[in-house]
């Protein structure tokens, strides 16, 4: 079941084929999670993958295959995710989706063994390193970084200030928080921690610490419900200090709530791509055919970030196509070939260094009733300087 | 899902009671037959079957335990879980070798699973005074906060644990055979790690199973059920109640740390969020399932409650009704979430007692009896 | 001092939520001995009915649809599932509430998808401030809510015959039969209060300050169980002070864990667990429950 | 209640059994250990199921009306109420509770329902003492008061008695005795199972034995009373050859148990 | 099995939040004795059976076995002296069978543990086969061999005191509590019930503390009583005089029950 390509045998137009790929179809496969804790997230990637491959099969496919995506649901339960994993590990080419960093981390081992190349939906720092496990876009210290850069420059935040960080307990919040002690150092800020956990909904008791602390800004890496929660209190208790979010910190909906006025009052969102509405060609075309597949559903940076991840793995096989080696290891090395690519949402991704993020650029937005998606952009793409010269402690 | 049977059947056997009213040899042969099977099953199924047929093992393991203690001790235990942890990563920390830049003392791996297992039957000791003071639901929710406490701790003790992406499993070694991805070559069949394991996890579970079938059937077993019966005339009757409960509590926490150093040999990485209050659920799930205070049903409960989802991720694009995610209907995920919430409700009604029932029915008519001896 | 007195307020508005939430428990546990995992799913029904409903009918309609429907649901569950079961064991019957709730949970989350539902109740975001001090208004009547319904039990409790009869029933319900006790009537009506219950606690789950109802939202009854626990599970009064005790507990140990770095941050969810452990291993059966008998 | 047959899954508990409680009578039923009184007195209050036992054939009815069929609580509401075997007090519950819990399918009137408790308090005082004590606390003869007391509470038009002198002292039991005969009085029919064949013979006007399941004998107390078999069998009589048998043990006509040497 | 000591209670007293249930009392068993406490309902009785089996602990006075202080020990130390008794309210766990129970009798005297019975050491096996032994001829003793592998719960009320019986008897007491054990049995149950306790003293020497409301009974096998009313002793001495003393008339036994037999006459 081990397979390094050169077992491959010769396909179609004289490509070298490997595992998931035959002469008719390229087999990809997608772990994620529609039912448990990530659902919002898992639901608009997956869906927008779908639409990449439906879009790219109707114009011929790549190398003269048709894309096929397996989904498994593992609804954030690590004995399902790696069982998944481990049932379509063999039949699969690569994995262009993920969802789950602690699963990632889990089969990590295994990919570096068996090649199959993995695009997790998770922007953590921690999983750089290997060369078949790529973060598409900016991880989430070098998103702080960048968001924080923001505040300072934007929102008044200055040498001396104190800092608020509500971040959640794991992966995503921890990484973030290296961010923004980073540039607690740089910057001579002092960071006022508060961890919570999923299932803490009511900031109440968090805004209260961060008042009695006397802090200019907040950064939130959490989910959307507590930013909201957080915006809100901060908003009712007369406590308007500027806040921050990671691009997971936000989704749509929010604005149909009675949240919605004070995130749009002083709520900011820091995300590594343009935001869906972006205006774009690209954009644009994506929205009208999401709407057009899933009216019902909302348009958020989910959507992006499917969309985006997908394209990738198909520019890495057309590149790997064009050197006629469809196997695991040509796909591998034709992404480190990948230096300036861009999916349509303004920042170029840069696969050749496996260490580093594809991106340390970061777009902030800012919650908008009207813009599509409920995000406008109130900084173009870039990277704080404090951001291009942190090396990521992967 | 022919596979379903195939994978339970064989796996209950080993430990299976064998069904009153069937011939001895009958059985024996079953027995026989089973065991042929289940040691020939690595050369022909693929790698899921044989990781589903583990994670089976190792619940199995566990849930032998917990079943010593609630199923037969009548002290609901919400905490199965956090003994399961302290194996797993009890394992890893004492087999570590400190290059991952985390804790790790490098013992040598076999001696380190053994030490897993004591150190969690160490902890159960430790737990074992509140344990001793409490009981029913008031015991079981107390035993939650052992969860909590767990998880708390998994996520914080980073040197230990490795924080929220966990750490990893140093494959075991034993007789000079490394249980790692390096292939052996075997009759044919490449064999990596799970082929491998295999075979140790059948040896732990058919050890598991016949030691709590001899407690279960011996004088212990009859002590703790006088326990959970009738908890003062056992005592005038000559138990020494508190330490039989701390003794059962230890063993069952012993078991639950042998599960969790397998479980963390097959996923070769330990991550905190496995071992939260859904697993505790899930261990009480397969006792009740199986049948309360029987080995037999604790395995085949184990069987059942830990395949069964795989099999419903595996085949969900197969379930009845689903349609493709995004078009409003039922997702695979939420068809297979369906079926497994039917299957528990529909099982625990329908089969009172447990699946062990199932042969002893036709015999004895009591329907709803825990605690009657495998 | 300010602060102190903040978390406090909040802690104590939020603990009467818990002490709805745990009331629930109570209320069945009294009447069948069953732990009841369900009840977050019952919470989640109650909820979603009420958002979706407030739309076309206004809130108060829409609450009151809400209570019903979520009662209806709970009675559903007794009569279609706890009642078949024959046997006599309890926690196999809590078994049988967690495929109940995984169904349930599957089924609701499935409707709400991804949404957060807003409750369009009428507090909105209004605070009430007291000097440096300031209140939500929906915690407000939080507050109000819990403390009338819970007196309101207690009274039933204490006056009517529905006590005596829930606690025969639960006891033994042969010998509550030969009394004259409609063991059905008794366990429906206690799964339909359940529910109702937690349909109010999830009326102020999802109002400000939180963002409005979505699938996350029932995990709060996790928090209910120390809070039933520890103020014993067969006691009314329990459910009341547990409630309170979890919620000051968290509120106070969120509010000081940058005091608290010691332990770990984020004690929130722990600490309650904490309290309640202590609190058992002075009194085994919770402040308020009633102890084991050892009587031969 | 006519021909009716009950078994516990295999075991046959009663075979075809017919008896008539006239209004207003006192009906004894005696019989040994296993016969099937308890049987008997759940088939007519409808509590089998929970025993995993069933009415496998046979009517019964009270006063012209069919209840065989309905279920426990209706037969309450009929008016019949029962001491169940071995006192079966809710333990945990106080005195008073469990008093109120008598009540809970009594018809009458809340003044009715006083006057119950005032009757109840006055035959048997230490209830009235130990109101708040829980029950389960309760000495054993004190339950089986609470038990009887529970049972008056419902103020029934048929009483089912199922051993209630069992474990009073002999005071108390005659006291008990007193009791039915001024319920009956006051026109509460009584259907009584009894190991005290004496003091059942006493109250009752006609007598029923099992054995085994089945009608062994029939008729009048008193009769029976007088017959050779039940005097020797249920009124251990000849008190002699019990004091004998003591005496005989001595000289080992007993089954005589060895001592345990415990040499493995 | 070492000699029986006398048992002998001194000044024992038990309270419970606001009652006495047992005030002062002495006794004495000498041993091979049947020795009856009797008394109305609520007197105490079993509340001292309760003290002696460590169930209870003692607010006042003393127990004392040969030279064992038995107050403040834990029930199963208690146990270990051999001390054995039924229950008044049935204490068989109702779905174990009754060689079950019995065999749980048998706990002191048996010594595998988890270890030995977990990996079924021949010393357990061998073990388990002397004492099942044993158990079945103590229950051809009282009666119930046929009944040994039949659930003790579907067994009726009296087979189940025999049971109880018969488990007491398992422990190998050298002293023995009943608790009302012919409640609830017909005449001739009672009688043979009652040969089998004489029996048992008379084959085994051992003393027996017995409570019992049947008064034929007491009469019949006791060598001394000791009546209790509201926790006090009332009368003690030899079963003749204790019937006839006014005050234990008054008390326990009611004016037309001179005749000395529960049941009286028809
Ligand atoms: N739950 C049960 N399951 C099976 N058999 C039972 C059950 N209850 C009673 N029996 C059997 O039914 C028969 C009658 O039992 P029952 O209790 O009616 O006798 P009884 O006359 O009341 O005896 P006692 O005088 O000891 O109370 C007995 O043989 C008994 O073993
Ligand atoms: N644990 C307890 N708590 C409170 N009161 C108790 C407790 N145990 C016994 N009592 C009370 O002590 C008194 C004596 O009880 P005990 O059981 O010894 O009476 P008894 O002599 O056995 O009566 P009976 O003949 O009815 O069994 C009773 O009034 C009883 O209510
Ligand atoms: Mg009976
Ligand atoms: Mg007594």
């Keep these: ?110 990919v570096d063994g068996n090649k199959g190349l993995v695009l997790p939906q998770a922007w953590s720092a921690n999983l750089l390193g290997s060369p078949y496990v790529r973060v598409v876009g900016s991880t989430y210290d070098l998103e702080t970084i960048n968001a924080i850069d923001f505040l300072m420059k934007e929102k008044g935040l200055k040498k001396g200030d104190k800092l608020g960080h509500v971040y959640f307990e794991g992966d995503y919040g921890e990484n973030a928080l290296k961010g923004s002690q980073h540039m607690a150092e740089e910057a001579g800020l002092t960071v006022v921690e508060q961890k919570i956990k999923p299932t803490d909904n009511d900031m109440t008791a968090q805004v209260s610490a961060l008042k009695k602390a006397g802090v200019k800004a907040v950064v939130i890496s959490a989910g959307p419900r507590q930013a909201a929660s957080l915006v809100g209190v901060a908003a009712a208790g007369s406590f308007d200090v500027p806040v921050i979010g990671n691009n997971s910190a936000f989704a749509p909906q929010l604005l149909a709530t009675q949240s919605g006025p004070a995130l749009m009052k002083n709520y900011y969102v820091a995300s590594p791509t343009l935001p869906i509405g972006a205006d774009t060609a690209a954009a644009k075309k994506l929205v009208a055919d999401y709407k057009k597949a899933h009216p019902e559903d909302s348009l958020d940076n989910g959507v992006v970030a499917g969309w985006t991840a997908a394209s990738v793995f198909g520019e890495a096989l057309k590149k790997a196509c064009a050197e006629k080696d469809l196997t695991r290891e040509g796909v591998g090395k034709a992404l480190l070939t990948i230096d300036d690519f861009d999916a349509g949402f303004g920042v170029p991704q840069d696969f050749t260094d496996p260490k580093a993020p594809s991106s340390k650029e970061s777009v902030i937005l800012q919650p908008d009733k009207k813009a599509t998606g409920g995000m406008k952009v109130v900084q173009q793409p870039g990277a704080a300087d404090a951001a291009t010269n942190y090396t990521t402690g992967g | 899902m022919s596979e379903v049977t195939e994978a339970v059947a064989p796996a209950a056997r080993p430990v299976g009671r064998t069904p009153p009213g069937r011939p001895r040899a009958y059985a024996w042969a079953a027995g026989t037959a089973g065991a042929a099977v289940l040691l020939a099953l690595p050369f022909y199924l693929d ?30 235990s919400m905490g199965h879980a956090f003994f399961l942890a302290i194996g ?241 209907g039922i997702t695979p995920g939420e068809a297979s979430r369906y079926l497994y919430g039917a299957a528990v409700v529909a099982v625990v009604l329908f089969l009172p007692g447990g699946l062990v029932r199932i042969a002893a029915r036709r015999s004895r008519p009591r329907p709803g009896t825990p605690g009657e001896e495998a | 001092m300010t602060t102190f007195t903040e978390l406090l307020l909040n802690g104590l508005s939020m603990g009467s939520v818990y002490a709805l939430i745990a009331l629930g428990f109570v209320v069945i546990f009294r009447a069948t001995e069953v732990v009841n995992f369900a009840h977050a799913s019952l919470l989640l029904a109650g909820g979603y009915i009420t958002a979706s409903l407030q739309d076309d009918l206004g809130f108060w309609p829409a609450l009151l649809v809400g209570i019903a429907g979520a009662a209806v649901v709970g009675a559903a569950v007794e009569f279609l599932v706890m009642r078949r079961y024959r046997g006599s064991d309890h926690s196999v019957l809590a078994i049988v509430t967690i495929g109940v709730d995984i169904l349930l949970t599957t089924e609701l989350t499935r409707r709400l998808g991804t949404d957060v539902l807003p409750l369009g109740d009428p507090w909105g975001d209004d605070v009430l401030t007291i000097g440096p001090i300031s209140l939500a208004h929906t915690r407000i009547a939080a507050f109000v809510a819990a403390a009338l319904l819970i007196t309101a039990f ?39 209060v359940a529910g109702a219950l937690a349909a109010v606690a999830a009326l102020f789950l999802t109002v400000f300050p939180t963002p409005g109802l979505e699938r996350a939202t029932s995990l709060a009854a996790l928090k209910a169980f120390p809070a039933a626990i520890l103020g014993g599970l067969d006691s009314t009064t329990g459910a009341l002070v547990g409630g309170l005790v979890v919620g000051v507990t968290e509120s106070l140990a969120t509010g000081y864990q940058s005091e608290l770095t010691f332990l770990g941050r984020g004690l929130g969810d722990l600490a309650p667990y904490l309290v309640m452990t202590a609190i058992l291993l002075m009194r085994p059966a919770g402040l308020f429950g009633t102890k084991e008998l050892a009587r031969v | 209640m006519r021909d009716v047959s009950v078994g516990y899954g295999p075991v046959r508990a009663l075979r075809r059994v017919s008896i008539d409680l006239p209004d207003g009578a006192v009906v004894t039923v005696l019989g040994g250990n296993g016969a099937g009184k308890s049987t008997l007195l759940r088939a007519i209050s409808r509590t089998l199921s929970f025993q995993g036992g069933t009415l496998t054939s046979g009517s019964v009815h009270f006063d012209g009306r069919r209840i065989d069929g309905l279920s426990a609580d209706r037969v309450v509401a009929a008016g019949i109420s029962q001491v169940p075997e071995g006192r079966k007090v809710f333990a945990r519950m106080t005195v008073t509770d469990n008093l109120r819990a008598g009540a809970l399918g009594a018809t009458g009137s809340r003044a009715a329902k006083a006057d119950a408790l005032r009757r109840v308090h006055d035959l048997f005082p230490v209830l009235a003492e130990r109101g708040a004590q829980r029950a389960g606390l ?93 005097r020797r069998r249920y009124l251990g009589v000849v008190d002699e050859d019990a004091a004998a048998d003591a005496t005989q043990s001595r000289l080992g006509a007993l089954p005589v148990l060895a001592r345990w040497e415990d040499t493995p | 099995m070492s000699a029986v000591p006398p048992l002998e209670v001194r000044g024992l007293t038990v309270r419970f939040a ?118 079945r001829e103590i229950a051809a003793f009282v009666g119930l061999e046929r009944q040994l592998d039949q659930p003790a719960g579907t067994l009726a009320y009296g087979q189940q005191k025999l049971a109880e019986l018969a488990r007491a008897l398992c422990m190998e007491p050298r002293l023995l509590l009943l608790d009302e054990p012919v409640a609830g049995m017909t005449a001739d149950e009672r009688r043979s019930t009652a040969a089998v306790i004489a029996g048992v003293r008379d084959s085994l020497g051992i003393s027996i503390v017995l409570v019992e409301h049947d008064m034929g009974v007491v009469m019949r096998l006791a060598d001394a009583v000791t009546v209790l009313d509201f926790g006090r002793r009332i009368a003690d001495g030899a079963p003749g005089d204790v019937q006839n003393d006014p005050a234990v008339v008054r008390a326990y036994l009611g004016e037309d029950d001179r005749t000395g037999d529960g049941e009286g006459r028809p």
């Design chain 3, 154 to 192: 207690l009274l039933a409790f204490r006056y009517t015959s529905w006590g005596v009869a829930m606690r025969a029933a639960a006891e033994s319900p042969e010998t509550a039969a030969l009394m004259g006790v409609r063991l059905g009537r008794v366990s429906l009506g206690a799964w339909a």
């Design chain 2, 88 to 328: 797993a990563y009890g394992y890893c920390v004492l087999a570590g070798d400190g290059d991952d830049g985390l804790t790790g003392l490098g013992l040598p791996t076999w001696l380190a699973a053994a030490l897993a297992v004591a150190l969690a039957g160490l902890a159960g000791g430790l737990f074992s005074p509140i344990a001793g003071r409490l009981s029913g639901a008031y015991l079981g929710i107390a035993t939650l906060a052992l969860i909590f406490i767990g998880q708390h701790v998994l996520f914080n003790a980073h040197d230990l644990t490795g924080g929220s992406n966990g750490r990893d499993v140093p494959p075991l070694n034993l007789f000079g055979m490394t249980f790692d991805e390096s292939e052996v070559v075997i009759a044919a069949v490449p064999f990596g790690s799970v082929e491998k394991l295999w075979y140790v996890g059948l040896v732990l579970l058919l050890g598991c199973g016949l030691f709590a079938r001899g407690v279960l059937r011996g004088r212990p077993g009859r002590a703790m059920n006088a326990i959970r019966d009738h908890r003062v005339a056992a005592g005038v009757l000559g138990v020494p109640v508190a330490r039989y409960r701390a003794g059962v509590f230890v063993l069952s926490s012993m078991y639950a740390g042998l599960a969790g150093v397998l479980l963390a040999l097959v996923f070769q990485r330990t991550v905190p969020d496995y071992f939260g209050m859904t697993l505790s659920l899930e261990y009480l799930a397969m006792i009740v399932i199986g049948g309360l205070g029987s080995v037999a049903g604790a395995v085949a409960g184990a069987a059942l409650v830990s395949l069964l989802p795989q099999l419903l991720t595996r085949y969900s694009d197969a379930l009845p009704l689903v349609s493709a995610p995004g078009t409003g």
């Design chain 4, 138 to 230: 309760l000495s054993g003869g004190e339950q089986q008061m609470l038990a009887v007391g529970r049972a008056l509470m419902a103020s029934p038009r048929l009483l089912l008695l199922d051993e209630p002198s069992l474990g009073l002292a002999p005071l108390m039991a005659a006291r008990i005795a007193d009791t039915i005969r001024e319920i009956n009085a006051q026109g509460t029919s009584v259907l009584l199972v009894e190991q005290n064949a004496a003091l059942a013979l006493r109250l009752a006007s006609t007598a029923y034995v099992l054995d085994v399941g089945e009608v062994a004998l029939a008729g009048p107390a008193d009769e029976l009373a007088a017959s050779d078999e039940v």
């Design chain 2, 47 to 76: 790698r899921f079957w044989l990781q589903a047929g583990l994670f089976a093992m190792a619940a199995a393991i566990g849930a032998i335990g917990i079943n010593l203690l609630t199923g037969a001790t009548g002290q609901l």
């Design chain 1, 1 to 110: 079941e081990n397979d390094d390509g050169d077992k491959g045998d010769m396909g179609a137009g004289g490509v070298k084929t490997g595992d998931g790929v035959t002469a008719e179809t390229i087999d990809l496969g997608v772990l994620t999670d529609m039912t448990g804790v990530y659902a919002t997230l898992g639901k608009s990637v997956t869906q927008a993958q779908q639409l990449y491959v439906e879009q790219t099969n109707a114009g011929g496919g790549i190398c003269g295959r048709k894309l096929k995506l397996t989904v498994r649901d593992h609804a954030y339960d690590p004995q399902k995710a790696v069982a998944a994993y481990t049932e379509l590990e063999p039949k699969v080419l690569g994995f262009a989706q993920f969802i789950g960093s602690p699963f990632v981390a889990a089969v990590e081992q295994r």
């Design chain 5, 18 to 135: 606001g009652l006495t249930a047992l005030d002062a009392v002495d006794f004495t068993v000498r041993p091979g004795t049947v020795h009856a406490v009797i008394g109305p309902n609520g007197a105490g009785k079993s509340t001292c059976f309760n003290v002696l089996s460590g169930v209870y602990r003692a607010t006042a006075g003393s127990v004392r076995f040969g030279d064992q202080e038995l107050t403040g020990m834990r029930p199963h130390r208690i146990a270990e002296l051999g001390v054995a008794r039924i229950f008044q309210n049935l204490a068989l766990p109702p779905r174990a069978t009754v060689a079950d129970s019995l065999l749980l009798g048998r706990h002191r005297l048996t010594r595998a543990g988890f270890m030995a019975a977990g990996l079924r050491l021949p010393s357990a096996a061998r073990e388990e086969r002397r004492h099942r032994e044993r158990v």
